[in-house]
């Protein structure tokens, strides 16, 4: 298959990691993975699931205690942590410092996982699909505007998302054909 040997820019192929990440996840509802980045280097993964040691969502059936089934439209106590906040414990867990590293996403922070991006010196937020956080949209919109953290929206090209798709279904390291 002939790619024209393009490369993805650095931030399709971070993008690209996280969405690898996120098949990690053992949520039911919204499988999500984060990459932490810093000078082109990986720091820290993480997709959204149960804490280490804890029963899985998918071993289960469902997230919340007491529901037979995922409803992401309520906002409920979940067992579920964040895939950024799973990132940014690994990080610390490691000794690994986030201080102006910028984070890829394959959903737009939650509030919540925003405020804690912010508090772990992050700068940069890329994010793949939009989350509808409603009311929420100000606070995010104000620490934004102070000047805390960027927050892009990226998307993979089809002809990088099949280059992709392609490196996992078919053997790499192989002569290319020219």
Not at 73 to 88: D, F, G, Q, W, Y
Not at 144 to 173: F, H
Request: with cysteine; charged share 15%; aromatic share 8%.
């Amino acid at each position: 298959m002939d790619f024209e040997h393009q490369r993805p820019t650095w931030d399709e192929y971070f993008l690209m990691m996280a969405k690898l990440a996120a098949t990690r996840s053992t949520c039911l509802a919204f499988p999500v993975g984060a990459v932490i980045v810093k000078d082109r280097q990986i720091l820290a993964t993480g997709y959204n699931g149960s804490p280490s040691g804890s029963i899985h969502c998918t071993s289960q059936g469902f997230c919340y205690p007491g529901l037979s089934s995922c409803d992401a439209s309520k906002t409920l106590p979940s067992r579920a942590v964040h895939a950024e906040a799973n990132a940014i414990a690994q990080a610390a867990k490691h000794g690994i410092s986030t201080a102006g590293a910028s984070i890829y996403v394959t959903l737009e922070p939650c509030i919540y996982c925003l405020k804690l991006v912010i508090s772990a010196g992050i700068k940069e937020v890329f994010y793949e699909t939009v989350f509808n956080s409603g009311e929420k949209a100000a606070l995010r919109d104000m620490f934004v505007s102070d000047g805390l953290v960027t927050l892009k929206q990226i998307k993979l090209s089809e002809k990088i998302a099949n280059m992709g798709a392609a490196s996992l279904l078919n053997p790499t390291s192989i002569p290319r054909n020219n």
